[in-house]
C-alpha cells in the first residue's frame, strides 16, 4: 500500500492552455474524488467515481473541466481553456466503502495559471 | 445538503496549553463526521471521525472530539499541544446516502507559540 499518488505536484501554465492531472488512487479503494482546494478554503467536491463509472459532478465542474477513470484504477482531470481563477491545489481522494468512509488523499497538485 | 462552520479561522496558543477548535454542522440528514489536518504543502490526514456510537472520539496525536447531536457541533480538542501541531485543520461531514463526499468547513489554523 503505497497511498494516493498524485503527478504532477506543481503545474504552471499561461492562461489558455489545457492541463492534464493524474491520480493514482489505493490499489484495492473502488471509489476516487476529485477536490478543489484554493488559498485559505476548505477543499470543495468536484466530482467522483465508482469503479469507472462517474456518478456525481459539482456545478463548480464547468464545461472546461473533464474527468474520466477508463479502467477502474487511475484517474486523469483535464482542465481546457485555463483560467486565472483556475489557480488552486486539486486533491485527489480514494475510499473503500466497506472502510467506513475514511478518505485517504493525495499529496495533491498545485496549478497556477499565470 | 449539508453545510460545515468552523468558527474560529485562527487559533494561536502557546505550547502545552490545552485548545479546542470548533466545528457546527448543518444537516437535514444523519450525518458522518470527520476532523483532517494539513501541513504546509501537503494533502490531507485523518485526525478522527465519528460514524456512530460513543460520543466522544480520539483520534491519533492526543486529539479527541465530541459529537453533540442537539447542538450540532463536533469540537476538536487537545489537553497539551506541541509546536509541532501547528497546521491546518478541517472538520468535514459527510451524508449517510452512500454518496462519501466530504463536504468541508473553511478551515482552522492552529499557531502554537513557544
Known amino acids: 500500500d503505497t497511498g494516493v499518488s498524485q503527478d504532477p505536484r506543481h503545474k504552471i501554465t499561461k492562461r489558455g492552455q489545457n492541463v492534464t492531472f493524474r491520480c493514482d488512487p489505493i490499489?484495492?479503494?473502488?471509489?476516487l474524488y476529485w477536490y478543489r482546494q484554493t488559498l485559505g478554503q476548505g477543499p470543495e467536491f468536484l466530482t467522483y467515481?465508482?469503479?469507472?463509472?462517474?456518478?456525481?459532478k459539482s456545478r463548480l465542474l464547468s464545461d472546461r473541466f473533464s474527468a474520466e477513470r477508463p479502467k477502474g484504477s487511475f484517474s486523469t482531470l483535464e482542465i481546457q481553456r485555463t483560467e486565472q481563477g483556475d489557480s488552486a491545489m486539486y486533491l485527489c481522494?480514494?475510499?473503500?466503502?466497506?472502510?467506513?468512509?475514511?478518505?485517504?488523499f493525495g499529496p495533491g497538485t498545485r496549478l497556477t495559471v499565470t | 445538503a449539508q453545510s460545515v462552520t468552523q468558527l474560529d479561522s485562527q487559533v494561536p496558543v502557546f505550547e502545552e496549553a490545552p485548545v479546542e477548535l470548533r466545528c457546527n454542522y448543518s444537516?437535514?440528514?444523519?450525518?458522518?463526521l470527520f476532523w483532517y489536518v494539513q501541513y504546509p504543502n501537503q494533502g490531507l490526514q485523518l485526525l478522527l471521525k465519528?460514524?456512530?456510537?460513543?460520543?466522544l472520539v480520539k483520534g491519533i496525536n492526543g486529539f479527541e472530539a465530541e459529537f453533540n447531536k442537539s447542538q450540532t457541533s463536533f469540537h476538536l480538542r487537545k489537553p497539551s499541544v506541541h509546536i509541532s501541531d501547528t497546521a491546518e485543520y478541517f472538520c468535514?461531514?459527510?451524508?449517510?446516502?452512500?454518496?462519501?463526499?466530504?463536504?468541508f468547513g473553511q478551515g482552522t489554523t492552529l499557531q502554537v507559540k513557544p
Open positions: 481522494a480514494s475510499i473503500n466503502p466497506g472502510q467506513n468512509y475514511e478518505q485517504y
Open positions: 490499489s484495492e479503494h473502488n471509489r
Open positions: 467515481f465508482q469503479n469507472e463509472a462517474q456518478l456525481e
Open positions: 444537516s437535514s440528514v444523519s450525518v458522518y
Open positions: 465519528y460514524l456512530s456510537g460513543s460520543t
Open positions: 468535514a461531514v459527510s451524508d449517510r446516502l452512500n454518496t462519501g463526499k466530504l463536504i
